[in-house]
């Protein structure tokens, strides 16, 4: 069965840093573009980041968290992981992994693989 499943969701304080983890199933992740996806309440899900199939992956970011965040790889794994540093509230979403064999699908939101979300909660 295939599957991808987020984890390392909370409740972090503005400032403060959490690292998303997605682990994939009954495929493999080197085979594929992978990215993250967030959706706040209230809005339209928004991509985030993502990081190609080759070796190294070339990476890509949202204006809205550009230096801020990190995407990465671990194939020998199957995972991929985005670390978020300074955090503010507007960063309050549920976080999405995706994961496709074409770029485009994985930035447009239209890729073939999603995992179920993990909820990032930034408040004091």
């Known amino acids: 069965q295939v599957q991808l499943v987020e984890s390392g969701g909370g409740l972090v304080q503005p400032g403060g840093s959490l690292r998303l983890t997605c682990a994939a199933s009954?495929?493999?992740?080197?085979?594929?573009?992978i990215g993250w996806f967030r959706q706040a309440p209230g809005k339209e899900r928004e991509y985030v980041a993502s990081i190609t199939r080759n070796t190294g992956g070339s990476t890509h970011y949202a204006d809205s968290v550009k230096g801020r965040f990190t995407i990465s790889r671990d194939n020998a794994r199957n995972a991929m992981y985005l670390q978020m540093n300074s955090l503010n509230r507007e960063d309050t979403a549920v976080y999405y992994c995706?994961?496709?064999?074409?770029?485009?699908?994985?930035?447009?939101?239209?890729?073939?693989?999603w995992g179920q979300g993990t909820q990032v909660t930034v408040s004091s």
């Open positions: 995706n994961a496709d064999v074409i770029l485009h699908r994985v930035r447009t939101g239209t890729a073939d693989y």
């Open positions: 009954g495929f493999s992740l080197d085979h594929y573009t």
